[in-house]
């Protein structure tokens, strides 16, 4: 039935945009709790711990409902653009962006301050900020602003093919970078392996 299939369509366009905000909003709790670690603010892990989660998962509520509404009162028939997400998305990529400067600066500070430890601190740096790229989401800066309707031939298909390919893999990156590649991670899963060989 045609109602039935526009009805699925809304919904899956609402599921998509509270998707996309809550995975950008996760990059900012992501880059305020990494900002906070380096800065040695002192805080309570537990107090902030649901105020994480209420940024990550709920915030885009707030957004999401009012543009559900308005989508239904306006547009009755079709299952339309997606508006919603390219002003929060600018703007919180140039939140994180400035975040992720800061953070760079307080790294390097401390590179710095250890150079006689790390005869290597441009390397060190250089490391850091490709490991914290994926995390952040900075990778969605370089496209941000060449829109679909400003980029024609090449361009269009580098930019289509960085942007599916870092979003698509970026959970896969981090988990890589910041769990598997993890020194205590690789013990525990060490010891774990063990144990499971002495059981069997």
């Known amino acids: 039935l045609p109602w039935q299939a526009a009805l699925g369509c809304r919904a899956a366009q609402v599921l998509m945009q509270y998707c996309i ?6 990059f900012l709790v992501e880059a305020v709790y990494l900002y906070k670690l380096l800065i040695g603010a002192v805080f309570s892990e537990k107090n902030y711990y649901r105020l994480y989660l209420y940024l990550g998962w709920g915030t885009p509520v707030v957004f999401v409902v009012p543009w559900m509404a308005a989508k ?7 299952a339309g653009g997606a508006g ?3 002003p929060l998305h600018c703007l919180l990529s140039q939140i994180n962006l400035l975040i992720f400067m800061r953070i760079l600066k307080v790294i390097l500070a401390k590179l710095r301050a250890n150079q006689k430890g790390y005869a290597d601190y441009k ?13 952040f989401g900075i990778h969605e800066v370089v496209f941000i602003f060449a829109t ?6 090449i361009l269009r298909y580098v930019k289509v093919f960085f942007t599916l390919f870092l979003s698509s893999f ?13 020194k205590e991670v690789k013990s525990e899963m ?11």
């Open 170 to 182: 970026q959970g896969f990156l981090v988990a890589v970078l910041y769990c598997f590649a993890n």
């Open 21 to 26: 905000l809550a995975n950008h909003y996760w």
């Open 84 to 86: 919603l997400c390219v």
């Open 72 to 78: 239904y009162l306006k547009e009755n028939v079709e």
């Open 148 to 153: 679909d309707e400003q980029t024609t031939g």
């Open 190 to 200: 060490k010891k774990k392996w063990q144990l499971w060989k002495l059981d069997h």
């Open 123 to 135: 390397l060190r740096l250089a490391k850091a900020t490709l490991t914290l790229i994926p995390l």
